[in-house]
């Protein structure tokens, strides 16, 4: 007996959680409703959302103008196969995604989930080379990224957070190498890119800011390095935006602030507004171009049955609607401020490294992160949702929240970490 409903008495049993020793592990809370910022626990409790629900949840929880189109699309039609069919959410996104990407990223395929979406870029990399003749297996990944879960994507994450040591054999070989972070580093990239380039058929990177990583953060140099190293070396470069994408770092996309235009950029996350499961990987014209072709084998082979899902469609649609009506750029700028102004205090605690702040991303580093698992708990208690990892301690709120909610949450760091 936990105190908890039966629901979850029994299903705790029969459920297998992520990221999680099961045996050892604090168990999860349970959740009766959410609301804007606010996440209810089943007892009643009510926690204020630092997290975004893994930084989706852009405009907060059940924000009725998506709820609305989600609903309308229900009625109408919630999914139909997207293998010789198509429907007007998935073509209305695509055509708006097209004219907000730079440049000539204007073909989108809709998938279901962000892992997905970095596997078909990486796919449309690989297949590139092939429908040109040239046969090129390696990808060029650098050193604390992260691009999903599944063993395609691991093989490009840092190697310590893709496991490739416990997974061994099983993972493409792939080239490790640091993000370029000052002009001899990206001369460096340059040379190592230009000589590996025949076997290399992508350099795949998140720009501005290494999430799950660690919430790294570099500067948009970094990303014009890459790009002109690709460009010199005849490489494809593969921006994942599923963590930065829609105003995280301040803009709408983070390589805005780099003025760059990469083969393929995977989106996810944000899109949909933390509604339902949506990715989209966006080439360039020059890429959809190299498998256009009378050969049915230059076609690109991958369809996930639930890809460009209706619901998750409407729900893209009406968040794009809502990033489009209001200044997002506004609101990120005054979280920005706001974390910069409250969580600076903590620099002075005791065990804090470093404090930074990107757009709306808050990050304060320990110095010790032994005891990080102990804080969880402690944020509950504050009436926050917090969810430290590694040695950080960050807020990615929800864009549209208040300042005295911010307030609740950066005071509630604060506060935990000098009590520890
Ligand atoms: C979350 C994330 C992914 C993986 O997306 P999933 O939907 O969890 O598969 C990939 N890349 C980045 C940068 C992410 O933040």
Redesign the pocket.
């Known amino acids: 007996m936990t105190g908890h409903p039966t629901w979850y008495d029994e299903g705790i049993q029969h459920i297998w959680l992520p990221y999680t020793q099961m045996k050892t592990a604090t168990p999860p809370l349970p959740v009766k409703s959410t609301d804007g910022v606010r996440i209810t626990l089943a007892d009643g409790r009510e926690l204020i959302d630092g997290i975004s629900s ?1 930084w989706a949840a852009a405009h907060g929880y059940n924000h009725p103008y998506i709820l609305d189109a989600v609903k309308t699309q229900l009625e109408t039609m919630p999914h139909v196969m997207f293998g010789g069919l198509v429907h007007e959410q998935a073509l209305k996104l695509s055509t708006r995604l097209a004219a907000m990407l730079p440049g000539d990223l204007n073909r989108c395929f809709i998938a279901e ?3 997905v979406s ?1 596997e078909v870029a990486m796919k449309m990399a690989a297949q590139y080379f092939i429908n040109r003749g040239e046969k090129r297996t390696k990808f060029v990944h650098f050193r604390g990224t ?4 599944t063993l395609g994507t691991i093989a490009v994450c840092d190697p310590e957070e893709g496991m490739h040591g416990m997974f061994k054999g099983m993972l493409a070989e792939n080239l490790l190498t640091d993000l370029p972070r000052t002009p001899e580093d990206a001369e460096r990239f340059a040379a190592f890119l230009k000589v590996n380039a025949p076997d290399v058929a992508a350099v795949i990177t ?1 720009p501005l800011v290494q ?2 990583g660690g919430m790294v953060f570099h500067t948009p140099e970094t990303l014009q390095w890459i790009r002109m190293a690709c460009d010199a070396a005849g490489v494809l470069m593969i921006v ?1 935006e ?2 930065t994408g829609f105003y995280r770092t301040g803009t709408r996309f983070a390589i805005d602030q780099a003025g760059i235009v990469p083969d393929m950029v995977t989106l ?2 944000a899109l949909s507004g933390g509604v339902a499961p949506l ?1 989209v990987c966006v080439a360039r014209d020059t890429i959809f171009d190299a498998f256009y072709d009378d050969d049915p084998m230059k076609a690109l082979m991958h369809g996930p049955t639930y890809m460009a899902h209706a619901l998750g469609c409407a729900a893209a649609n009406a968040s794009l609607d809502l990033f489009e009506r209001e200044d997002y750029e506004a609101k990120a700028e005054a979280i920005q401020h706001q974390m910069m102004a409250e969580l600076a205090p903590c620099g002075f605690l005791n065990n804090v490294k470093s404090v930074r702040v990107k757009g709306a991303i808050g990050v304060v580093q320990l110095e010790d992160a032994s005891a990080i698992e102990a804080l969880k708990p402690k944020f509950v208690a504050e009436g926050v949702w917090i969810r430290p990892f590694r040695d950080i301690v960050y807020l990615t709120p929800p864009l549209i929240i208040e300042p005295a909610d911010l307030t609740k949450l950066t005071g509630s760091i604060y506060k935990v970490l000098s009590e520890a």
Do not use: N, Q
């Not at 992260?146 to 879960?149: E, I, L, R, S």
């Open positions: 893994w989930s962000g892992s970095v992260y691009h999903g879960d998140e999430g799950a994942d599923i963590f996810s996350k990715s």
